[in-house]
Nanobody, 127 residues
């Protein structure tokens, strides 16, 4: 059974950092592109970042470039999202998603591109 489980969310002050984890089970992450999305109350789900499979391509939304870093540890079957210099507008539920193969730069923010989703983890940035 394919499963994605996010963890690492929490409450952090503006300017702080968090590292989210997306642990996969039931399949091998090596062959999948993994995306991170977020959804704030009353807003649509938006793509944040993506790391593709074989070619290792990495993409970021403009809103997080220079602050967030996506990485993968295939040995642990886990993808991470390191979030630095957090802002109140980063507050949202963060989801990871997976799809086999490679995701192009013009589609990584499209939620329907992905086949599998985790349950989400809450990130709150507030003083």
């Amino acid at each position: 059974q394919v499963q994605l489980v996010e963890s690492g969310g929490g409450l952090v002050q503006p300017g702080g950092s968090l590292r989210l984890s997306c642990a996969a089970s039931g399949f091998t992450l090596d062959y999948y592109a993994i995306g991170w999305f977020r959804q704030a109350p009353g807003k649509e789900r938006e793509g944040v970042s993506c790391i593709s499979s074989s070619d290792g391509s990495i993409y970021y939304a403009d809103s997080v470039k220079g602050r967030f870093t996506i990485s993968r540890d295939n040995a642990k079957n886990t993808v991470y999202l390191q979030m630095n210099s957090l802002k109140p507008e980063d507050t949202a539920v963060y989801y990871c998603a997976a799809v086999p193969g490679v995701v192009a730069v013009d589609e990584f923010e499209t939620s329907r591109r992905y086949d599998y989703w985790g349950q989400g983890t809450q990130v709150t940035v507030s003083s």
